[in-house]
């Protein structure tokens, strides 16, 4: 692994904080990191921004990063990880992570605890290893991605936050507001492994993070070589069903049976192209990669990525909070 970039330890960190400058959370954040750097006798720069400006400031961070031969550090949830890792990916500078999100799959699976201030302090002991990293067309993905009733689920997720908070209860409510009024059937036409098909269903899920398949209880059987995020991917498939059954595979999956229930396809592949059914004039489909929804221009290619994402992870040895 010789591309494994190298740490200067008298280097700057570079600390993207998605959050207004002037808020109270974001002081605490910036207190947190600068107490650890404190402790640990390093230097940093923690710079905040608002999503807009998320990409445009972690490119700029990814190359100073390279230029200092020092890591950028996403502080937030899903998708300012998911920012911080497509410039950090592009350039091939080291990424470390301080979480800040609900579910957190992505730092749980490598060991990276859930409490900011352990966080900050284990990453300054960390080095960079390679972790899997996916993509659909040119975006790339760490946790998962998914088209048809997924991305409304996250939308639907995000307006509820915003009225009644954040936690794991308001996201399990949303969900089920979004499934009790799903309908819409999605048509694809599927390539993957030398073989096509055309099939229905309400929503493909994609999964590059083995934990949260796990906790779902539908981690695929092993179809190809390799786990969800250890060279492989791993997809669902929902086909359409009605109100009731709908009620009782929200239930199996919150209860983490979901690969239990009738209906609901797994498989893993390395390399999957979807070709959905588009209304006539229409070339784009909205898709969700970690927690964030865009839209594509289809047709859309999942694959595992040759290049691997530089993550400042735990030593081996230790463990997450």
């Known amino acids: 692994m010789d591309n494994i970039p190298v740490i200067d330890p008298t280097s700057a960190l570079q600390f993207i904080v998605n959050a207004a400058a002037g808020s109270s959370d974001a002081q605490a954040k910036r207190q947190v990191i600068e107490a650890a750097l404190r402790a640990a006798g390093r230097r940093g720069d923690v710079q905040f921004c608002s999503p807009a400006e998320l990409t445009r400031v972690s490119q700029q961070a990814a190359a100073r990063a390279i230029v200092s031969r020092t890591a950028v550090v996403a502080v937030g949830g899903d998708g300012t990880l998911n920012a911080v890792a497509q410039a950090a990916h592009a350039a091939g500078?080291?990424?470390g992570v301080v979480p800040q999100g609900t579910f957190n799959y992505f730092a749980r699976t490598h060991g990276i605890p859930v409490d900011p201030s352990e966080a900050v302090h284990q990453l300054l002991r960390s080095?960079?290893?390679?972790v899997q990293v996916a993509g659909v067309n040119e975006s790339v993905f760490l946790v998962n991605a998914s088209l048809g009733l997924y991305p409304e689920l996250l939308e639907d997720r995000e307006a509820y936050k915003?009225?009644?908070?954040r936690s794991r209860w308001v996201a399990f409510v949303a969900a089920g507001a979004t499934l009790l009024r799903a309908s819409a059937r999605l048509r694809v036409h599927i390539e993957m492994g030398g073989r096509s098909r055309d099939v229905q269903t309400l929503t493909l899920f994609v999964g590059n993070n083995r934990l949260q398949l796990q906790q779902l209880g539908a981690e695929p059987d092993d179809t190809v070589a390799g786990t969800?995020?250890?060279g492989s991917m791993g997809a669902l498939m929902l086909r359409p069903i009605g109100t009731l059954p709908m009620l009782g595979l929200m239930l199996r999956g919150a209860l983490g049976r979901l690969g239990e229930?009738?209906?609901v396809e797994r498989f893993e592949f390395q390399h999957m192209v979807v070709r959905p059914t588009l209304p006539r004039g229409r070339r784009t489909v909205k898709v969700a990669f970690d927690g964030e929804v865009t839209t594509l221009r289809a047709p859309?290619?999942?694959?595992?990525?040759?290049?691997p994402l530089y993550l400042l992870a735990p030593q081996p040895g230790e463990s997450g909070g």
């Open 228 to 230: 969800p995020g250890d």
């Open 162 to 165: 915003a009225r009644f908070g």
């Open 261 to 263: 229930a009738a209906g």
């Open 127 to 130: 080095t960079p290893v390679p």
């Open 93 to 95: 500078c080291a990424m």
């Open 300 to 307: 859309l290619a999942f694959r595992v990525l040759a290049k």
